[in-house]
């Protein structure tokens, strides 16, 4: 009966050397209010001057999403009122955004479907605010970081044409790493670099009415969109009727109580006052700059995929796993030139990938190459170090720059695989357990394992348990 239609806007953080329309760095992680100029504090009499970088990567992102690029695009004012925009307005675009009708296609298990990408908007970021707790007094204090104010942002609207929460989640994670992939931003959610507005309303298919669309503000993890819509689309469809008529509202996501709270009614286009921006002129692109930013668009996130799960066999959920991570997805098919197996595929699919996760690190803060893991392969397949060994030399080799073989020879893990020096061995180990020897020697057959055990952990490892049973059953008689 009821149909969700939802809409995402995603603000993303170009990664240029300085902000978007002053020679402030583009650096948000340094001490507050530390990159900052009359220009992005909003200084009376001040004028912006125009990042060209920021027009290069817009064109980029444009072209990754199949969109036209306008050639002569132009800037203007939002209008509106906010503590961390003390200038009273945002210089952004409305009338000629950069790029306009696109598309992004978003992947499944089981489906494709694509979402219509309708425009692409530059524009500058806002100050950052923060609360922090006046000790003295107990209340809490608004405070502002100008280091983010002006830094350049691409705004990426889409059609209502997503139909759930997850549709929603998996579109935004698309399009971050398309970005990503392109280099234009870094995609940390953590830092507030990329970030989506959502906007939902619910229709009924069997008359056509339709809630109010609600606007929910500056989400920046996926678990967060979910949640988010999932709670307002329960919301408006539990009270659907009175919701049709009702204002339009703008809404925050509250993580502690996992709810959805009113900030504001919502603006309309005419509380923005939109007008041209009167100091930047118009920007002509030519097609020679747009024609050489298409020959260089890389492989992209979907293409990748679709390609590594053919060309090496790969599940859709390894793939994507792989993909996602573009860094791992070099790694993998710079590993998988060197030694096509599937040894090679699991190593970094399961140890390599899980030692990642555990450690919270990237493949850069590692000193882990393909060669090295090549190398590590070899040595386990020509039997001079046991399997179980594998754990502790890829821990090293992640952790220390030596190589494999010098880790190999430090930690003394060459495969004992003669029986002389197992016998001598064993021997140490009845000498060492004569009372345990002798319960074995009365009838204590249960002891047969424990003196594998104590071979196993003599040897650390090092050699075939078939090898070591083999050898106690010829000192010491066998089970029976």
């Not at 009821?2 to 020679?23: N, V």
């Not at 939002?78 to 992004?104: C, H, L, R, W």
Request: glycine share 4%; proline share 4%; hydrophobic share 35%.
């Amino acid at each position: 009966m009821f149909k969700t239609i939802i809409g995402i806007e995603i603000h993303a953080q170009l990664q240029t050397a300085s902000k978007a329309f002053c020679r402030c760095a583009n650096d948000t992680q340094s001490a507050a209010n530390s990159n900052v100029c009359p220009i992005c504090t909003g200084q009376p009499g001040t004028l912006p001057s125009l990042n060209k970088k920021m027009i290069t990567y817009a064109i980029k992102a444009g072209l990754a999403f199949g969109c036209s690029i306008r050639k002569r695009t132009s800037f203007d004012r939002k209008n509106y009122f906010s503590s961390d925009m003390p200038k009273g307005y945002q210089i952004t675009q409305f009338f000629q955004p950069i790029a306009e009708k696109g598309f992004v296609e978003i992947l499944s298990e089981t489906r494709k479907k694509i979402i219509t990408v309708s425009s692409i908007h530059m524009e500058e970021d806002s100050a950052r605010t923060l609360l922090k707790k006046d000790h003295q007094t107990g209340r809490f204090l608004k405070l502002l970081d100008f280091n983010r104010s002006g830094i350049p942002l691409l705004e990426i609207v889409t059609a209502p044409e997503i139909t759930s929460p997850k549709e929603a989640v998996e579109c935004f994670e698309t399009i971050r790493n398309i970005l990503m992939y392109l280099d234009v931003c870094d995609g940390i959610m953590e830092s507030g670099s990329i970030r989506c507005d959502v906007n939902i309303s619910i229709q009924n298919s069997k008359t056509g009415q339709s809630t109010n669309r609600v606007e929910i503000k500056n989400l920046n993890t996926y678990k967060n969109i979910e949640r988010a819509l999932l709670y307002e689309e329960k919301l408006l469809k539990d009270g659907f009727d009175s919701f049709i008529d009702n204002e339009a509202f703008t809404k925050d996501w509250d993580e502690q109580t996992k709810q959805t709270l009113i900030s504001r009614e919502k603006e309309s286009l005419k509380d923005y006052r939109y007008f041209k921006e009167p100091d930047l002129s118009p920007v002509n692109i030519p097609d020679k700059l747009i024609e050489s930013l298409k020959n260089h668009i890389p492989e992209l996130p979907l293409k990748r995929l679709e390609r590594m799960m053919n060309e090496y066999n790969l599940r859709y959920d390894i793939a994507k796993a792989l993909v996602i991570d573009r860094p791992l997805a070099d790694f993998f098919e710079q590993s998988m030139v060197i030694l096509n197996t599937d040894e090679m595929k699991n190593i970094i699919i399961r140890d390599v990938k899980s030692y990642l996760n555990q450690q919270g690190k990237q493949l850069s803060e590692t000193h882990l190459t393909p060669e090295k893991l090549y190398q590590l392969l070899n040595n386990i397949k020509t039997g001079r170090i046991p399997p179980l060994m594998k754990q502790t030399v890829l821990k090293a080799l992640f952790e220390t720059s030596k190589k494999v073989n010098t880790i190999i020879e430090e930690k003394n893990l060459i495969k004992i695989d003669d029986r002389q020096s197992l016998e001598t061995i064993l021997e140490e180990i009845i000498t060492d357990n004569e009372e345990q020897f002798e319960a074995y020697r009365c009838g204590k057959k249960e002891l047969f394992k424990w003196f594998i055990g104590q071979m196993i952990k003599r040897t650390k490892g090092r050699s075939d348990p078939k090898l070591i049973i083999s050898v106690i059953e010829d000192k010491m008689g066998g089970l029976t």
